[in-house]
Every structure is written in C-alpha cells, then in structure tokens.
C-alpha cells in the first residue's frame, strides 16, 4: 500500500517515530496526516520525532503536515522535533520559519532527547 511506504511510526520509550519516505504534497498529504494523528492520540507519547531524512520533496501541504502534528503534541503535552531533513527539505523549512517553533536536529539521535 502507498501510505505504508511513505510513513513507517514506530513507539519506543515514550517517543513516537515517524519516518516518512518520498514526496509530502496534497497528494499524500492527508492520508500520512491522519495515520500520524491516530498514533500521537493513542499512544499519547512525550517525543514525536518526524524523520525527514527520505522526503525528496515537500510542498505546502507538508508544511501543514509538520505544523498540525506540532500542533498536536502540544495538544498532549508532547515535543515534537524534526530529525535528519534532506539539505533540500531543510531549506524549505527554514524559508517557512518553521526552525522558529520547532527543533530541527542532524543526524545524532542520541542528542535529542
């Protein structure tokens, strides 16, 4: 199925990871947004890690994908951090100031929590 392949969650230790692969656009968006959603709300985690570092693009509707869940956590009490985007989703980020309200980490996993 295509959403499996564009989302893996998996929960350990109270943090919820969410790898998402290929393109986040009005296309997957909604689909990846509520599949997300459903493990934040039932899993009720402390961390949500959005890993990033296999999205080859993202267009406006993954920009809301990443504020919402941002929204979210917060709604649980969670932290939500962006992990290991692509230089390339990266940019696209910081031209949004999204880096302003959420935390975006490289690649050591062991730094952010």
Not at 53 to 58: A, G
């Amino acid at each position: 199925m295509l959403l499996e392949r564009l989302t893996e969650i998996k929960l350990t230790n109270y943090t919820l990871n969410v790898k998402m692969h290929g393109d986040i656009d009005h296309h997957t968006a909604k689909s990846v947004r509520d599949r997300i959603d459903e493990a934040i709300l039932s899993n009720k985690p402390r961390f949500v890690i959005l890993d990033l570092s296999n999205v080859d693009f993202m267009d406006s509707s993954g920009l809301g994908l990443v504020l919402g869940r941002y929204t979210k956590a917060l709604d649980i009490g969670a932290k939500l951090i962006i992990y290991n985007p692509t230089r390339r989703i990266k940019r696209i980020l910081e031209m949004a100031g999204i880096e302003r309200i959420i935390e975006i980490k490289g690649d050591n996993y062991d730094e952010m929590l």
